[in-house]
């Protein structure tokens, strides 16, 4: 027997708040109205973001597929997403700036003028009814949901109480999916996608953490000292993140984890998988991780190749980067102070990818590769010699990439990014 009149709430109660994801929420939900036997063909619910790239999501049921549409571009932070007259000109929109409370407008009306032209297409689709309220959050957000029916004269008056009724309870349990999604989403942006995940789970207390083997990535802009001592610090801010946007954005794109962000170097890893270093001299796993790393070193060259083409262009002196590959075995987890922790990686091996990144200015190369690296590529790379480290006592091959112009492109080494500024800073003085 139902313990609430209301069967909508009593599944709220009883089940939605268990369902994790909102869009699988949105699709169940509009399943059980649809079991009520209300007359429901679309169902819509728009939900903000604290999001560093999009202001909310829209989650978009429709009964002729059965399927949730997740559309996060439509309400985009980014410049190149503009608003459009059907995001500005529409119900909802009406309801996020307060203009109205609620909206209710019968579709199957004859010779109907909408000032609303998103309800023109509804009813085009056979909707005969269309019904947009509020979703108030306890911070007092205002996120809204819409209903859209197909049956002729649309919802019966006892179906809008319903729906009038169950909203506080949607709007407590759409608010705890927020709060969540709200959470992972820091997380993944300020500590990464894996270490956030750690995080999430549970490992959050100092100490908390384990060894694992991986390829280790340290990368340093050259010459930022000049250029922060030089420029406003918004101009010098735009470079940087034009810096990382081509260095953390192909070790992300290569399934590689963004640590740091030291100042404008970059400490990131590509773990193996290997709780340590595998022994007998076979790779194991480690393989993978070198070929993604040295695929990201060769998307960042590029990255950085076509940024400087336009930097170029503008009479911008070119950007240089020194980069070191390592591997070895790191503790992966918190250090820190127990009020203030951060989730990287410490150990030798970490200290050493950042010795040989050091070690490219005094090479004259871009990008500068270790012995224990190149175990699991044989091969593929270039040797330099023997070379002692800063702070290490053992002399140490190293090794660079094979194809010099592919390796170095427009960063090959500080000699030629300090001739191209001469070159110019000279054609700026003339102009």
């Given at each position: 027997m139902a313990w609430c009149a209301n069967p909508i709430v009593e599944w709220l109660l009883s089940e939605?708040?268990?369902?994790?994801?909102?869009?699988?929420?949105?699709?169940?939900?509009?399943?059980?109205?649809?079991?009520?036997?209300?007359?429901?063909?679309?169902?819509?619910?728009?939900?903000?973001?604290?999001?560093?790239?999009?202001?909310?999501?829209?989650?978009?049921?429709?009964?002729?597929?059965?399927?949730?549409?997740?559309?996060?571009?439509?309400?985009?932070?980014?410049?190149?997403?503009?608003?459009?007259?059907?995001h500005i000109d529409s119900p909802i929109s009406a309801i996020l700036d307060g203009t109205a409370e609620s909206i209710r407008l019968r579709l199957d009306v004859p010779d109907t003028k909408f000032d609303f032209p998103a309800l023109a297409e509804l009813r085009g689709q056979g909707g005969t009814d269309y019904v947009a309220?509020?979703?108030?959050?306890?911070?007092?957000?205002?996120?809204?949901?819409?209903?859209?029916?197909?049956?002729?004269g649309g919802f019966r008056k006892s179906e809008l109480e319903q729906i009038d009724q169950m909203l506080p309870?949607?709007?407590?349990?759409?608010?705890?999916?927020?709060?969540?999604?709200?959470?992972?989403?820091?997380?993944?942006?300020?500590?990464?996608?894996?270490?956030?995940?750690?995080?999430?789970?549970?490992?959050?207390?100092?100490?908390?953490?384990?060894?694992?083997?991986?390829?280790?990535?340290?990368?340093?802009?050259?010459?930022?000292?000049?250029?922060?001592?030089?420029?406003?610090?918004?101009?010098?801010?735009?470079?940087?993140?034009?810096?990382?946007?081509?260095?953390?954005?192909?070790?992300?794109?290569?399934?590689?984890?963004?640590?740091?962000?030291?100042?404008?170097?970059?400490?990131?890893?590509?773990?193996?998988?290997?709780?340590?270093?595998?022994?007998?001299?076979?790779?194991?796993?480690?393989?993978?991780?070198?070929?993604?790393?040295?695929?990201?070193v060769t998307d960042a060259q590029g990255r950085i190749k076509e940024l400087n083409r336009r930097r170029l262009r503008k009479r911008e002196p070119p950007l240089c980067f020194g980069l070191g590959l390592h591997m070895g075995d790191v503790t992966y987890g918190n250090i820190g102070v127990p009020t203030r922790l951060e989730f990287t990686v410490i150990g030798a091996a970490a200290n050493e990818a950042v010795r040989l990144e050091g070690l490219c200015k005094t090479l004259g190369e871009s990008v500068l590769i270790s012995s224990e690296f190149e175990h699991c590529i044989p091969g593929e790379l270039v040797s330099l010699g023997h070379h002692t480290l800063r702070g290490v006592s053992a002399a140490q091959e190293v090794f660079t990439l094979p194809d010099e112009e592919a390796a170095r492109g427009f960063a090959r080494h500080d000699t030629d990014c300090r001739l191209q500024r001469r070159i110019t800073s000279g054609a700026r003085s003339r102009l």
């Open positions: 939605g708040w268990r369902i994790e994801h909102p869009s699988e929420f949105v699709q169940r939900l509009a399943e059980r109205l649809v079991q009520a036997e209300f007359p429901l063909s679309r169902l819509l619910c728009l939900m903000h973001a604290l999001h560093p790239q999009v202001i909310g999501t829209s989650y978009v049921w429709r009964r002729d597929t059965g399927l949730t549409e997740i559309s996060p571009r439509e309400y985009s932070r980014s410049p190149d997403v503009p608003r459009t007259p059907s309220m509020p979703l108030l959050f306890s911070d007092g957000q205002i996120n809204v949901i819409t209903f859209t029916a197909d049956r002729a309870m949607l709007a407590r349990v759409l608010e705890v999916h927020y709060l969540r999604r709200t959470a992972k989403t820091l997380l993944d942006t300020y500590l990464g996608k894996h270490t956030g995940e750690r995080v999430l789970n549970g490992s959050i207390r100092r100490g908390d953490g384990e060894d694992i083997h991986a390829a280790i990535w340290f990368c340093d802009l050259r010459d930022s000292t000049r250029m922060a001592d030089s420029m406003c610090r918004k101009a010098f801010l735009a470079i940087l993140n034009d810096f990382f946007d081509c260095i953390a954005g192909a070790v992300l794109d290569h399934q590689g984890e963004v640590l740091r962000f030291i100042g404008d170097a970059v400490l990131a890893i590509f773990p193996t998988g290997e709780a340590s270093t595998a022994r007998n001299g076979e790779c194991c796993s480690r393989e993978s991780a070198c070929q993604a790393a040295l695929a990201a």
